[in-house]
């Protein structure tokens, strides 16, 4: 069984930064791929951003990037990402999310993904 726990969300005013982490556990971190979904209020949940099991690697969805960076930190078995530049349209709820299956490919679907955590609020004001 897997693991996965977000946080780091909260409330911040647009323009600001916010620093989100999962925390992961139940099987070997670095063979798998990550990512970040997010659901805003009232809307499906949607791709934010991935990364590959090595972390050479990332995908962004076009409403983030060149604002959100992933990472990841396989000794502490944590992804994480960076939120900069924040718009009230990014408030949502964050959730991180693993594969079932072991690999380094970047997923972008939700239908790639089989655990996800509990979910993390973030919250921009204007």
């Known amino acids: 069984q897997v693991q996965l726990v977000e946080s780091g969300g909260g409330l911040v005013q647009a323009g600001g930064s916010l620093r989100l982490s999962c925390a992961a556990s139940?099987?070997?971190?670095?063979?798998?791929?990550m990512g970040w979904f997010r659901q805003p209020p009232g809307k499906e949940r949607e791709f934010v951003a991935a990364i590959n099991s090595s972390g050479g690697r990332t995908n962004y969805a076009d409403s983030v990037k060149g604002r959100f960076t992933i990472s990841r930190d396989n000794a502490k078995m944590t992804v994480n990402l960076q939120m900069n530049s924040l718009k009230p349209e990014d408030t949502a709820v964050y959730y991180c999310a693993a594969p079932l299956i072991r690999g380094g490919l970047l997923r972008t679907g939700i239908n790639e993904y089989h655990y996800w955590g509990q979910g993390t609020q973030v919250t921009v004001s204007s």
């Open positions: 139940g099987r070997t971190f670095s063979a798998y791929g």
